[in-house]
């Protein structure tokens, strides 16, 4: 500054430059001197500082620092716990009306003070539009006050951990803690270091606004390390993540164990593809990637897909446009020699290098850098490094052009370009992503859902499908806190069955001798790959039948038979599949009796009682085939002009661990729920009572359902759930079993990452059905529940004029 | 003025190709009108900067030689010495890029400025403005008749019928011809873009108008409904982009019709900086056409000097 006020008017008249960008800083500085430039942490309503606590240095972008914070300690978690407890009783008890009143005053005083949070914001470096969260509060106003009308029959999880990571924005962090707080419950938040002022200034906020004291508090941290100490209380009931892959990932195997559903949503630097097709409007669309691509923090790392008969027309308007940008501040020093070593490896890979200037002598700054013409396995595609590169790839044809940017472990979001309706509509249906910009790229509004497919999460956050993450049907049981076990991970399922042996304790004699069953893999009815069974028992312990001793290569078989079979499932039309699911009903009501006797048989119940049950299942495949084609997307309304559409999709392969009890009834309610939102799904029964199910395979080829879309595998149940939780084509595992077998699911599917749906039910329990889910109600709450975990939300933006 | 546009043969596969969405460049205008302005000594430059964009018009139907005189005087100071000389501004040659009158009046501008001694170009439209709804014959005449009397740059417009109904190779041939009988005078070809119905066309015409050999392209005419707005703006600068990047040729845009404040000035500048880059910010690549904008700028720059708002009647006239 102190150079340019020297400027004349004649030097500037030449050069014709913008001038420096006056900020001022001046609200949030006395906000932070008001409370001495040390913050506490925000419990209980009032921020508390407690003493010889480690306190970390909150700096600017130019280092100096700005205020401190505390590094909360065992005592704080577990007082911010029990003042959490008591937040939620007088959160939770007040009407929907009067929390949507602490929501709307919550949103005005963010209004007013809207300058002191956008200047925090700058001076912790994650800018933010402060417009952007009061249209959040706004719309979960509107969702407080409705929250029984709209969701009857669910009631809050109760206590909320929210983790982010460090390089999580301040609008993704309130895209949890919004609709958490919105629908009753209380929140403790575990911020990074680019969310923990905002963070506490929003606690305060809200705070002023009439929360109940302890129903937000937030705990300032130094590492991810506290986040996994608060999931491990005792008194909180679920944990939703927001941020990087690694830090997820870490948090989701601390938890392991610790009976804690958590969710992630690993937005925070997914590659995300911005397709250009040859019908674009090219300039329209290099403004777009001008925009989004050379930001000092950007949400996504961009790739950017040319189609060939356009990329010369991109390359040299790109070249135009970058020609006056200056270079841009990383966001660590280190970070320079990262980028450049990723600049020469695409360079070595025949990449052309774009930079509008030389590299500056300065090691936290870099030009914006266009990497024309790299290889999809060229290392700057596949892991991007931090910095405003943009790699660039050819493709030849439309359909290449998706398969590249499908060919992504990521999954978050996607723009593409192109003025033609029909194509953009297809390309919208082939791209496995959770959002869709339609020649737009980064829009956000808190109506339509982000959710991440494949490795970009496993829930959805916002729109009304966000609310869900932090409800459970009032019906349905909360999963019980435990305290990990010392579970093996490596030999988890390793320990292969006994094979029965001659003339063994478990043959029966000659008189009757037991049928032995076969397994469903692929559409076709086969022994077990290794060849060998198991025996089945009666309830009197004698061997009823002898069935496969399914293994690792089964599941495979089945899940390479399934990917082949279940795009076209999904592409069906819902009405298609809901007359398929009633044929399996009608096919179902024909061998009812049989059904029965095969119930009676091996649970042991009356035959009245398994008649009951056959008879409900019936009525429960019918309610499917029927919800099937009721429920479709919706279009949203928006503040911008255009249309928004959100899409149920279905997940892909879902694996699914029965449970020993209602055999026939549990299988065919998770069943109907997966096939009718469109998914294959591989099915392990109870290794107890495995011979229902296997008796229901006649049931399913009798059926229209097309071949290889069920699979039904025996076994051993470890050994299955072991098999299924290493393959990564399988995107969901619903697991009934032991609570051995949820630590080991929890552990494991973070890396690749599985939606996971897991339920304890402990062997050697009473045989009643008392315990546990009681599958005969059929309770709109719990149909949707599992409509929901077998459903994933595309967003579509298709903005217009 | 830098080397001329030779225009091109007509590509039409390229004017068929031609997509634009126009959501995004709504998005886009509101980009640019959401950046932040320059402020203090940046701001008083760039307002001088602007100033000598400005084509000076006057377009009525009561212009008279000494309304026209007075505008003329108001090209060569148009800004009160004594606020120049406080910015250092005095002695850097600042007028108005030229004066822009109808084709009757082009030997009265032309004679004031030659009695003022000054080199400041006369323009004037042609062509039937502002509807072009006359003979070609007549049209051609109205231009070679203009240059005779002393014009040096012609804004001529184009035939909207031709446009609207996409006879693109007619609408060529037409403007060919002015160029033609312009001779060594500049052309400003202007698209009336509040009558070409889409974005798509204004791109269109705006690229057949360059292929013809157009030095300028020029929003409006100033009498339609709908005149330079940023969009319509976005959509022309990006024909421009596009022309110069197939043939290298630079062409200038002027923008004209409903520019009246200083902030508008700036808003204009910093579109062209943003899309076409530092080369369209001066005279020779870019206009304002405009009539009541300059003393809006004159106050801003009062107030830039003394720290005051002034009263009109402290400002001189034009």
Partial sequence: ?801 | MSARNPGMELDLEWVSKVRVNHQAVLKRAQQIQGRKLPKKQWQAAWHLRAVTCIDLTTLAGDDTPSNVHRLCLKAIQPVRQDLLESMGMHDKGITTAAVCVYPARVADAVKSLKAANSSIPVASVATGFPAGQTALKTRLEEVRMAVEDGASEIDIVINRTLALTGQWEALYQEIRQFREACGEAHMKTILAVGELGTFGNVYKASLVAMMAGSDFIKTSTGKETVNATYPVAIVMVRAIRDYFLRSGHKVGFKPAGGIRTAKDSLVWLTLMKEELGDEWLRPSLFRLGASSLLADIERQLYHYVTGRYAAYHELPMA
């Fill in chain 1, 1 to 801: 500054m102190a150079g340019s006020t020297t400027k004349s008017v004649h030097d500037i008249f030449e050069s014709m430059e913008y001038g420096p960008a006056s900020s001022s800083t001046a609200t949030a500085q006395s906000w932070l001197e008001s409370h001495s430039c040390a913050l506490g942490l925000f419990i209980n309503g009032a921020f508390v500082c407690p003493p010889d606590r480690q306190t970390c240095n909150v700096t600017d972008a130019s280092g100096q620092r700005l205020c401190s914070t505390v590094c909360a300690a065992d005592e704080d978690v577990s007082l911010s716990a029990s003042s959490s407890l008591t937040g939620l009783k007088a959160w939770s008890e007040l009407s929907c009306y009067q929390r949507a009143k602490v929501f709307q005053s919550f949103g005005s005083g963010l209004q007013r003070h809207s300058q002191c949070l956008a200047e925090l914001c700058e001076m912790v470096q994650s800018p933010s539009s402060v417009s952007a969260l009061v249209r959040l509060v706004q719309y979960y106003t509107g969702w407080a006050q409705l929250r029984d009308v709209h969701a009857p029959g669910w009631t809050p999880q109760g206590v909320v951990a929210v983790v982010v990571s460090d390089d999580c924005s301040l609008y993704s962090l309130l895209l949890k803690v919004l609709p958490a707080l919105a629908v009753g419950n209380a929140i403790i938040v575990i911020p990074g270091c680019g969310t923990a002022l905002p963070a506490l200034l929003i606690g305060s906020l809200f705070h002023e606004a009439g929360l109940p004291a302890g129903a937000l508090n937030v705990v300032t941290r130094k590492d991810l390390s506290l986040g996994i100490k608060v999931a491990q209380n005792p008194k909180i009931n679920c944990v939703t993540y927001s941020g990087n892959k690694k830090e997820g990932e870490m948090l989701s195997r601390e938890t392991a164990g610790w009976g804690i559903p958590v969710s992630l949503s690993l937005s925070a630097n997914a590659v995300c593809p911005f397709i250009i097709f040859e019908s674009a409007d090219i300039d329209s669309a290099v403004d777009g990637v001008i925009e989004t691509a050379f930001k000092k923090k950007k949400e996504w790392q961009w790739v950017l897909c040319v189609q060939e008969s356009v990329w010369e027309g991109v390359v040299a308007r790109l070249k135009l446009r970058m020609a006056g940008m200056k270079c841009l501040p990383l966001l660590a020093e280190s970070d320079r020699h990262i980028v450049e070593a990723a600049v020469q490896e695409a360079q070595q890979q025949g990449a052309n290098v774009m930079q509008p200037c030389p590299l500056p002598s300065s090691l936290s700054l870099y030009p914006p850098t266009v990497l024309c013409g790299v290889a999809p396995s060229c290392p700057c595609v596949v892991a991007p490094p931090p910095g405003p590169l943009l790699p660039m790839l050819s493709f030849r044809t439309a359909g290449e052009g998706l398969t590249i940017g499908n060919h992504s472990p990521h999954g978050q979001a996607a723009s593409i370009w192109t003025e033609d309706l029909t194509l953009a509509l297809e390309s919208t249906k082939s791209l496995s992503v959770g959002t869709v910009w339609v020649n737009s790229h980064s829009v956000f509004d808190p109506s339509l859902c982000l959710s991440g497919v494949k490795e970009s999460g496993n829930c959805t956050d916002g729109g009304r499908e966000g609310l869900f993450q932090f409800l459970r049907p009032s019906l349905s049981p909360p999963l019980p806190r435990s305290s990990p076990l010392s579970v093996d991970y490596v030999k988890f399922g390793s320990t292969a069955s006994r094979p029965p042996i001659p003339g063994g304790a478990e043959s029966a004699g000659p008189a009757r001798a037991p049928r032995s069953y076969l397994q469903l893999v692929g559409g076709r009815q086969c022994k077990s790959d290794s060849g060998s069974s198991v025996a089945v028992l009666a309830p009197d312990g004698s061997v009823l039948a002898y069935c496969p001793d399914g293994g690792r290569k089964d599941v495979r078989n089945a899940v390479e038979a399934a990917i082949k079979v279940q795009p076209g499932w999904k592409k069906k039309s819902p009405v298609s599949r809901s007359q398929a699911l009633y044929s399996l009903a009608a096919s179902l009501d024909l061998r009812k009796r049989d059904m029965a006797m095969s119930l009676q048989a091996q649970t042991g119940l009356s035959l009245e009682e398994a008649e009951r049950e056959a008879e409900l299942s019936i009525s429960r495949l019918c309610d499917w085939a029927a919800h099937c084609e009721k429920a479709g997307g919706g279009v949203q309304s928006l503040p911008q002009s255009g249309s928004a559409l959100s899409l149920p999709d279905p997940l892909g392969v879902v694996g699914v661990v029965l449970p020993d009890r209602w055999t026939l009834l549990s299988l065919v309610s998770l069943l109907g729920a997966a096939l009718a939102a469109g998914n294959a799904v591989v099915m392990v029964p109870s290794e107890k009572h495995p011979l229902p199910a296997l008796d229901f395979i006649q049931v399913l080829q009798s059926s229209d359902i097309p071949e290889g879309v069920v699979s039904i595998i025996t076994g051993g149940r470890d050994q299955l759930t072991q098999a299924m939780a290493n393959h990564s084509v399988m995107q969901a595992i619903w697991y009934w079993g032991s609570q051995e077998g949820c630590q080991y699911l929890q552990y494991t599917c973070c890396n690749p990452l599985k939606s996971l749906w897991l339920h304890c039910e402990e062997q050697g329990g009473s045989e009643g059905r008392g315990e546990g889910r009681d599958w005969a109600l059929s309770h709109p709450s719990l149909l949707e529940e599992m409509w929901r975990q077998a459903t994933q939300w595309k967003s579509v933006w298709i903005p217009t004029a």
